[in-house]
């Protein structure tokens, strides 16, 4: 497990004075690549061999966000690395040891200049923890399918602002973006699946799905009908 603490900054807030949804995000994803960097394999070493980590899916659960100001601790670790493929939990934890949020992932090693996935290198086994079992959560949605009619939202252009490492969009993004076609809502279940990489210019369409639990599904597509990628929320509080 490795893990790192922070406070909440108020760059990080929504109106409330609560961590955002993106700040929630953007923590998991900062923890994943410390400890890349710890385990000298980070993006010097990745840049060398010309790869990344992409994910491809989340399993989110949200129990509250924690206020402005407020000490945590992030952690990650790796259950499953092996083939083409590393499945990592995360979690966001109080002072005490309660946890804000839990979080489950599938990521695929890929190879920026072949534009494919690969097998996991041998030096990324180092992630794995045969110590640190995976957390309780469902298992990971195999797919997501939207039914029904959609409401359309706004289309998105993807600026350079939006852009990581990869030259991809950053994959927090996604899920803050559909998110926001949903205004003045929090889920406190999100589930995720990425089916294809938004770069610079790319335009998204949000088609907005009602689920029959109350929640709602966004298919992030293109205007002509491919998919970015769909995330569903559920258990939304107003706010």
Known sequence: MYSFTSRIRYSEIDKDAHLSLLGCMNYLQDCGTFQAEH???????MHKFHYGWIVGTWH????????????I???????????????????????????FLK??????PFDLKAQKVIRVPKSDLAYLDPETPRLDLPPLPRTIKPKG?????????????LLDTNDHMNNAYYISLAQA????????????????AA??????????????QGGHIVDLRDPYGTTYAVIHFEREEAL
């Open 149 to 161: 009619i959609p409401t359309q939202g706004r289309p998105i252009v993807v600026s350079e602002a």
């Open 199 to 212: 770069t610079l210019d790319d335009t998204m369409v949000p088609d907005i799905y009602n689920t029959p």
């Open 73 to 99: 601790t992030i952690s990650t670790w790796a259950y499953g690395v092996k083939g083409f493929s590393g499945k990592r939990n995360f979690t966001i934890e109080d002072k005490d040891g309660h946890a």
């Open 60 to 71: 989110i659960e949200i129990d509250q966000t924690p206020l402005f100001g407020e000490p």
């Open 103 to 108: 979080a489950d992932s599938l990521w695929f």
């Open 39 to 45: 385990l000298g394999i980070g993006l010097d070493h």
């Open 181 to 196: 076609a949903l205004p003045n809502r929090l889920p406190h279940v999100i589930e995720v699946q990425y089916r294809r």
